[in-house]
């Protein structure tokens, strides 16, 4: 049987995410975090010895294409359609403020 998820862990990591949760949320949380940990125990049960690791059940490889030095666009180019541009810059709006720490 899988360790019990009880109440007090919960909430602490409910506090550690920052989720504000309601008794009712934390006791649903609980139960089913429970659930999912005697899952994995039961999935823990089975051989798995013959098994090869994959990533993908489909045999999926990458398509890339050949890396190869390429003339570039050009800034006029590049800018012809921007909305606002300055000099052989992009123009956008100021995202962060005075107050935002960053």
């Known amino acids: 049987m899988a360790r019990k998820i009880d109440e007090p862990q919960v909430r602490h990591v409910a506090k550690l995410a920052r989720l504000g949760l309601?008794?009712?949320?934390?006791?649903?949380?609980?139960?089913?975090?429970?659930?999912?940990?005697d899952y994995m125990e039961k999935l823990n049960e089975?051989?798995?010895?013959?098994?090869?690791?994959?990533?993908?059940?489909?045999?999926?490889?990458?398509?890339?294409?050949?890396?190869?030095?390429?003339?570039?666009?050009?800034?006029?180019?590049?800018?012809?359609?921007?909305?606002?541009h300055f000099e052989n810059f992009f123009k956008v709006p100021k995202i962060l403020d005075d107050d935002s720490n960053a």
Do not use: M, W
């Open 22 to 37: 309601t008794d009712k949320e934390v006791a649903r949380f609980s139960t089913q975090l429970s659930a999912i940990l």
């Open 46 to 84: 089975l051989d798995t010895d013959s098994v090869e690791p994959l990533a993908h059940c489909l045999p999926i490889y990458n398509v890339f294409r050949e890396d190869t030095v390429a003339e570039s666009l050009g800034a006029e180019l590049a800018l012809k359609n921007a909305p606002q």
